[in-house]
DNA sequence: AAACAGGGCAACCGCCCTAAT
DNA sequence: AATTAGGGCGGTTGCCCTGTT
């Protein structure tokens, strides 16, 4: 019996007389899915597994669902503000995935636990400094940040000039802020291929389901390489990422230029910062590495 | 062209909490 | 109050894809 819970056999033993399938859903179980959760909605997973025809765990068809089949889930890559957002949300929750995910419209708890373990984890491990450390945090929070908001800012102004008019009449996505994120609770509008109108009337709208293209485009840099791309309101946002810059100094402008990530740039080779920024870093807060 | 290595991500595991009985 | 089932959550695994040698 290879398909059974080790851990939950309560709530499995249901499943004890049936071959249940595992790894990969088919085009098949998605669409039968889909299709039982439209007419009869969702919830009660281990009785719709077993109503829809499915030989699945109850567990197994809800996480499908929310993670992949859902109508609004958001698929591409995780834009700028989505990560300055992510950092933030950590560095105050921690790994509570799916309570930063709730700030993050249409981004599972999946999605962002594993940007969190490729992106930010690898850049931890390539400076040699534990991720939960104060250094790490310290680095995040007066290099990284900042210099996400810097790039935002500059994308917002290049966005604004070259795409005005498509901009002005798009359908506004939510960003949803945390209370007391550099203020009171707010939200900032984007567009996306998904909800923007003009978007939707000149491409080819692909079920997110299956479509996988849209994934890790890199453009050059100075062009925003996000086919999502927020369209943050500079002035409120500038104004909430304040805080992220140093009372007492600007990290952001120091003089070494170190890379910013995933905006183009290859996140395999590139890395957050050289080791001219740690040292910086290290003088500016005597870490001990 | 083939083999290999590493990264990304979907899916699973197991623990825990909560509501229902 | 105790038990049970459903579901949420964080951690982990393993497959697939891509880049490198």
Known sequence: MDVKAKGNLQSDQDDEHMELRRGPWTVEEDLKLVDYIATHGEGRWNSLALYAGLKRTGKSCRLRWLNYL???????????????????????????????????????????????????????????CDVNS?????TMRYL????????????????????????????????????????????????????????????????????????YVNVPANNNPNPDYFQASQTGFSHQYSSFISPSTNFSNHGTDFQPWLDGADIATDNFMNCDDFLFLQQQFNFNM
Do not use: C
């Open 134 to 138: 104060k250094q790490f945090k310290d």
């Open 144 to 215: 990284w940040m900042p210099r996400l908001v810097e790039r935002i800012q500059a994308s917002v102004a290049t966005s604004t000039t070259t795409t005005a008019a498509s901009t002005t009449s798009a359908t506004a996505g939510q960003l949803v802020m945390p209370q007391g994120f550099g203020g009171e609770r707010v939200t900032q509008s984007y567009t996306t291929p998904e909800n923007s109108s003009t978007a939707a009337s000149s491409e080819t709208q692909v079920s997110p389901v299956f479509d996988s293209n849209d994934y």
């Open 70 to 128: 859902r109508p609004d889930v958001r698929r591409g890559n995780i834009t700028l503000e989505e990560q300055l957002l992510i950092l933030e949300l950590h560095s105050r929750w921690g790994n509570r995935w799916s309570k930063i995910a709730q700030h993050l419209p249409g981004r599972t708890d999946n999605e962002i636990k594993n940007y969190w373990r490729t992106r930010v984890q690898k850049q931890a491990k390539q400076l040699k």
